[in-house]
């Protein structure tokens, strides 16, 4: 079974998830880092619970095999939580970014997301 997460292999397939989405959640993380194994388990969970196809993607970006994409985006330390919509990045609850483990300020954006993603793909379903 799926955990919702889209893993992201190159910046290609990173924009063609910014083109088709319209909200995404990325998690820019390393294999070596401690707060990102940490964190993985909770933003998996999100990632099941709130995604909706179209609407809100929850995507993981490996800072060492897909640089590209982490130097576009300033990204400097791990875990890093970017915000996105209509392919460009976004503030959620003040924030247009979350650096390091702290679940409480990624679920509330997560839920946050997760709203106005429901809201879009029921008006969408509505017209």
Not at 80 to 87: E, S
Not at 96 to 110: F, P
């Amino acid at each position: 079974m799926s955990d919702g997460v889209k893993h992201i292999n190159s910046a290609q397939e990173f924009a063609n998830l910014l083109n088709t989405t319209q909200y995404v959640v990325a998690d820019f993380y390393a294999d070596w880092c401690g707060p990102c194994k940490a964190i993985a388990p909770m933003y998996a969970q999100f990632a099941k619970t709130f995604s909706i196809p179209n609407f809100l993607a929850f995507a993981k970006i490996n800072v060492d095999s897909v640089q590209q994409v982490a130097q576009h985006y300033r990204v400097s330390a791990m875990p890093t939580f970017l915000f996105f919509k209509n392919g460009k990045q976004v503030a959620v609850n003040g924030s247009v970014m979350i650096q390091g483990a702290d679940v409480n300020s990624l679920r509330a954006a997560a839920e946050k997301m997760g709203r106005l993603a429901k809201e879009k793909a029921a008006a969408a379903g509505s017209s």
